[in-house]
């Protein structure tokens, strides 16, 4: 574990999960453990345990680094939790002992399907331990971060936003392109992704900070099917009325909604025509919110 706060002998209280996403599910945990407690404290897991178990990467909604730096927004203390498979092996109770000897806790908040250790016990079988919170949920499901998995990858933004609480988004560094872009009067943000890539291949309306401000654009991801990229999934962002130089820096890009899937042209004035479609539905878009 990576102790971010010294041992308390005080009954301490806190929450514990991998907590993807920092949906409206985990936070209703959250408030309920900061009414239980001054300084709650969020044990999160690193890598995800599916990693661990399966030996597959689990594309996460929110970057780790992320993860903590909100959690710590929300005025948490966080200790990050290394999973491993010996981890993996110890019993809720061995687990429980460990987290009050290191940290003196003795409440844990969690959801109504929490379990825990080798053993997976549910949480009501130790209510000595638990304080149990009912699960959330939107349009008759309870809200999970593979609900909201699935509702990006089909391009769902406004059904991963309910869930969510906030508008999805990714981060990444903008890199060199080959300038296709500018030359055919749409400049755009090459980025390679920080974040992992859940979102559909398609076109998308965002919205970009850049210094202080905020600018709206369009994002493309996709394989460039009409210059004769295939293999290859290539992230770029033009950004409306902007023509400044983005290169090398970390851009934090909310999606607000999927426009179109990706078309392969028989040339470039095809392409050209419908990104200025595009960009008349971006602009219809942005009537459309509030000011």
Same mark, same amino acid.
């Given at each position: 574990?990576?102790?971010?706060?010294?041992?308390?002998?005080?009954?301490?209280?806190?929450?514990?999960?991998?907590?993807? %996403?920092?949906?409206? @599910?985990?936070?209703?945990?959250?408030?309920?453990?900061?009414?239980? *407690?001054? *300084?709650?404290?969020?044990?999160?897991?690193?890598?995800?345990?599916?990693?661990?178990?399966? @030996? !597959?990467? =689990?594309?996460?909604?929110?970057?780790?680094?992320?993860?903590?730096?909100?959690?710590?927004? #929300? @005025?948490?203390?966080?200790?990050?939790?290394?999973?491993?498979?010996?981890?993996?092996?110890?019993?809720?109770?061995?687990?429980?002992?460990? /987290?009050?000897?290191?940290?003196?806790?003795?409440?844990?908040?969690?959801?109504?399907?929490?379990?825990?250790?080798?053993?997976?016990?549910?949480?009501?079988? /130790?209510?000595?331990?638990?304080?149990?919170?009912? !699960?959330?949920?939107?349009?008759?499901?309870?809200?999970?971060? *593979?609900?909201?998995?699935?509702? #990006?990858?089909?391009?769902?933004?406004?059904?991963?936003?309910?869930? /969510?609480?906030?508008?999805?988004?990714?981060?990444?560094?903008?890199?060199?392109?080959?300038?296709? %872009?500018?030359?055919? @009067?749409?400049?755009?943000?090459?980025?390679?992704?920080?974040?992992? /890539?859940?979102?559909?291949?398609?076109?998308?309306?965002?919205?970009?900070?850049?210094?202080?401000?905020?600018?709206?654009?369009?994002?493309?991801?996709? !394989?460039?099917?009409?210059?004769?990229?295939?293999?290859?999934?290539?992230?770029?962002?033009?950004?409306?009325?902007?023509?400044?130089? =983005?290169?090398?820096?970390?851009?934090?890009?909310?999606?607000?909604?999927? =426009?179109?899937?990706?078309?392969?042209?028989?040339?470039?004035?095809?392409?050209?025509?419908?990104?200025?479609?595009?960009?008349?539905?971006?602009?219809?878009?942005?009537?459309?919110?509030?000011?």
């Amino acid at each position: 574990m990576s102790r971010l706060s010294a041992p308390s002998t005080s009954k301490r209280v806190g929450c514990i999960g991998v907590f993807d %996403g920092l949906h409206r @599910g985990h936070r209703r945990l959250f408030v309920k453990a900061k009414r239980m *407690s001054a *300084s709650p404290l969020a044990f999160t897991f690193y890598p995800h345990p599916c990693d661990v178990l399966t @030996g !597959r990467h =689990l594309p996460l909604i929110l970057p780790f680094d992320m993860r903590v730096k909100w959690m710590r927004r #929300l @005025g948490l203390e966080v200790v990050v939790i290394k999973f491993t498979r010996d981890l993996s092996r110890m019993t809720a109770r061995k687990f429980l002992d460990l /987290l009050k000897q290191e940290y003196g806790i003795r409440r844990l908040v969690v959801g109504e399907d929490f379990r825990l250790g080798s053993d997976q016990v549910p949480a009501k079988d /130790l209510p000595e331990w638990f304080e149990v919170v009912p !699960r959330l949920c939107w349009r008759g499901e309870e809200i999970s971060a *593979s609900r909201i998995r699935d509702a #990006l990858a089909q391009g769902d933004i406004d059904s991963a936003r309910s869930m /969510l609480g906030y508008i999805p988004r990714l981060w990444g560094r903008v890199v060199r392109g080959e300038g296709v %872009g500018r030359r055919i @009067g749409f400049p755009t943000a090459n980025l390679r992704l920080a974040s992992d /890539l859940l979102l559909k291949e398609g076109v998308y309306i965002v919205r970009v900070s850049v210094g202080k401000g905020h600018i709206w654009g369009l994002m493309s991801i996709g !394989r460039k099917p009409t210059l004769g990229e295939r293999d290859r999934v290539f992230v770029e962002i033009h950004l409306v009325g902007f023509d400044g130089d =983005l290169y090398n820096r970390e851009l934090e890009v909310k999606v607000y909604r999927f =426009l179109r899937p990706q078309i392969r042209f028989d040339n470039m004035e095809g392409l050209k025509a419908q990104l200025k479609r595009d960009v008349v539905q971006l602009k219809a878009h942005i009537r459309r919110q509030p000011v």
